[in-house]
């Protein structure tokens, strides 16, 4: 077990580095928005996928509307979307979240531009 652990953090420190750098490209996905009973417990849902080779990555945000924290998961699937392994909760996975949504907002090129501007 500990050696899957292991596997599974570096796994997620390249995916945020990777993610910094540009090398990995996000897609938020539209998730369906909840209705009836399921409404007000809801809360805050994002999901983004990243393909890599034949596989996707897919990294999910919940926080119900009751919790006090976010809940980061993520995921490795196959082709059409199919979850192969769900990775358990390590080190730096909301570290990854953060990355992927500051890239995806396009904040690091205006933090860029704006350090760059005398």
């Known amino acids: 077990m500990q050696d899957n652990t292991k ?3 570096e796994l997620v420190a ?3 580095a990777q993610t910094q750098d540009g090398k990995i490209q996000w897609t938020r996905q539209s998730l369906p928005e909840a209705t009836g009973l ?3 417990f809801a809360g805050m849902r994002e999901e983004y996928t990243a393909p890599y080779k034949d596989k996707l990555f897919r990294l999910r945000v ?4 009751s919790a006090p924290r ?3 998961s993520l995921e ?3 082709a059409i979307g ?3 392994v769900a990775l358990p909760e390590v080190v730096g996975m909301a570290d990854l979240y953060e990355s992927i949504r500051l890239h995806h907002s396009g904040i690091g090129q205006f933090i860029d531009e ?5």
């Open 7 to 9: 596997k599974w953090v």
């Open 14 to 16: 390249k995916l945020n």
């Open 38 to 40: 399921l409404s007000s």
């Open 62 to 65: 919940s926080k119900p509307a």
């Open 70 to 72: 976010i809940v980061v």
């Open 76 to 78: 490795i699937a196959d």
């Open 82 to 84: 199919a979850t192969i």
């Open 114 to 118: 704006f350090l760059k501007d005398q």
